[in-house]
């Protein structure tokens, strides 16, 4: 079963459909220019449809439909069927004992794919607390929720996950049983590890598409820098993670009340410092007082 491109002809076991030409080249075949390199592109004359192909076209039978059937085993199947009642489950036991799925944890957009990661700290509440399954995660779904109004430059992003981490501690320490603390600083370091894997998958990905610009448009020097950049992110020596690592080290102290000021005097100390970035860091303070009111 195949659906193949080909300029040379086809094979008694296959049909031909001829493609319309614009323009052709000297051997027939439509031209176009790319907008990109302006350099010549050939098309294609042909197209070669598989009987195969024909047969399920005609037969209206879905192409997803027909990949399931061929390439999934009984006992694939079987697994894949298992593996997703396991999914289910664990998001039951997770969430059992009065938490609902309705919770805003879990119903933002914003916050959903990382309901899982914090969904059990419901069930490890201390006898004591005084604080309830929902609000408990509604407080968690609060802190992750929070973003800044309008634009962020990767130092105040690198401010905002560090104060974010520190909220989540704040609710570990106070409100979940000693016998689970371990596990809730899993959970945490394992969101800000997350955090910090899709900035860098980003920034990558950044640096990926201004290469292979320089190498469509000829611009070497372009394409070297990118590459450059390519290599210090795969050495954790890119300017965004040098950046994000001095902004830990000033919020690694216990008092994040002085973080702040740490920050501000990071940032005039810099020669990109912004204004907007300032008003960033005035805006993330003020959500931090507002938290601690909150937390009692």
Excluded at 49 to 66: F, G, H, I, K
Excluded at 161 to 178: G, M, P, Q, W
Excluded at 191 to 214: C, F, H, P, W
Aim: no cysteine; aromatic share 8%.
């Amino acid at each position: 079963m195949s659906l193949s491109v080909d300029n040379t002809g086809y094979s008694s076991s296959q049909t031909q459909i001829n493609a319309p030409s614009a323009g052709a080249s000297s051997n027939g075949d439509p031209v176009k220019i790319d907008p990109l390199t302006g350099k010549t592109i050939e098309l294609p004359t042909s197209i070669k449809v598989s009987e195969e192909t024909l047969a399920r076209w005609r037969s209206a039978t879905p192409l997803n439909e027909t990949l399931s059937k061929e390439t999934l085993s009984k006992e694939e199947q079987e697994k894949l069927t298992l593996a997703i009642r396991d999914l289910r489950n664990d998001v039951i036991t997770r969430t059992s004992s009065g938490v609902s799925l309705n919770n805003l944890l879990f119903r933002d957009p914003i916050t959903s794919s990382d309901g899982l990661t914090f969904s059990s700290w419901a069930n490890n509440i201390k006898a004591d607390s005084g604080i309830s399954k929902e609000d408990l995660l509604t407080l968690v779904h609060d802190v992750l929720a929070y973003g800044f109004a309008n634009q962020q430059s990767n130092i105040t992003s690198a401010m905002q996950l560090s104060v974010k981490k520190a909220e989540l501690t704040a609710i570990k320490d106070k409100y979940l049983d000693s016998s689970y603390q371990q596990q809730a600083e899993a959970a945490i370091n394992s969101y800000v590890n997350q955090k910090i894997s899709d900035e860098d998958t980003i920034g990558k990905a950044l640096m990926e598409g201004e290469y292979r610009i320089g190498i469509e448009v000829g611009d070497t020097a372009r394409a070297v820098w990118a590459q450059s950049q390519l290599q210090k992110y795969d050495a954790g020596t890119s300017d965004l993670q040098v950046k994000r690592q001095q902004i830990f080290t000033l919020a690694s102290g216990g008092n994040v009340d002085g973080w702040f000021d740490s920050f501000s005097h990071y940032l005039k100390a810099s020669s990109y410092g912004s204004d907007w970035e300032q008003q960033n860091i005035n805006a993330l303070q003020n959500q931090w007082q507002q938290f601690r009111q909150r937390l009692g």
